[in-house]
C-alpha cells in the first residue's frame, strides 16, 4: 500500500460516508474535500472539493445515521453547518445551513460531531481555551471543555460531559450505544 492522495493543505480528519466515500477536512484552508474509489496504482478514482470557505472545518458527520443519509454536518470552529446530501453527492447540494454557534477560539479549536444512534441527538466536542482555568473563574471557558448536546436542528442546547479538556474524537461504541470521546 502507497500514498493515496498527496497536496492536501493540513488535512485534519476523515470520515467514511454510508457509499464508501471519504470526506476530509482540510482545516486551515476551510475545504471539505471527497475521495472515492481507487485506481489499480492505488490513487482516488474521484477528488471533488465537496464545501469550501469554511471556518476551520474539523467534525464531519452524516445525518441521520443509517444507510441514507439527507445532510453533511461539518463542525466549524465557531457553529455546526449543515449541508444537503444524497449518497454519491461529491459537491453540496445548496448553501451551508447555520445550525448552532459553539464557542470560537484559537486554543484546542476543532469541534467533531457525532449522532445518537436513534438521530435524536447531537453532540459537539468543545476543547478548552486554556490549559487550567475553568468557567467559574474565567467566563471564556463558558461551554468549553465540554462535550455539548442538541437536537439535530440545533435547539436546545446542553452540556452533556464537562471537564473534558480537548475531546478531539467521538464515536458511538457500536453495542451499548455509548458515546465514547478520544482526548
Not at 453547518?81 to 451551508?96: E, H, I, L, S, W
Not at 466536542?125 to 471543555?145: F, H, I, K, L, M
Request: proline share 9%; charged share 20%.
Amino acid at each position: 500500500m502507497g500514498l493515496y492522495a498527496a497536496g492536501l493543505d493540513e488535512p485534519r480528519l476523515i470520515r467514511t460516508a454510508p457509499n464508501g466515500d471519504l470526506f476530509v477536512a482540510e482545516s486551515k484552508v476551510g475545504d471539505i474535500r471527497v475521495f472515492r474509489g481507487m485506481t489499480e496504482s492505488g490513487k482516488p478514482e474521484q477528488m471533488q472539493l465537496f464545501a469550501s470557505r469554511l471556518s476551520r472545518p474539523f467534525g464531519i458527520n452524516f445525518y441521520p445515521p443509517g444507510p441514507n443519509p439527507e445532510w453533511v454536518y461539518v463542525g466549524n470552529t465557531d457553529s455546526v453547518v449543515r449541508f444537503p446530501y444524497q449518497n454519491g453527492d461529491t459537491k453540496a447540494r445548496g448553501p451551508a445551513e447555520h445550525i448552532a454557534d459553539v464557542p470560537a477560539g484559537n486554543s484546542h479549536w476543532t469541534r467533531d460531531i457525532q449522532f445518537s444512534p436513534d438521530g435524536k441527538k447531537m453532540f459537539v466536542s468543545v476543547g478548552s481555551a486554556s490549559n487550567v482555568d475553568d468557567p467559574d473563574t474565567t467566563p471564556a471557558e463558558r461551554n468549553r471543555a465540554d462535550i455539548l448536546e442538541f437536537n439535530p436542528d440545533g435547539s436546545e442546547m446542553r452540556v452533556y460531559a464537562y471537564g473534558i479538556r480537548n475531546a478531539v474524537g467521538l464515536a458511538i461504541h457500536p453495542q451499548s450505544g455509548e458515546l465514547w470521546c478520544s482526548v
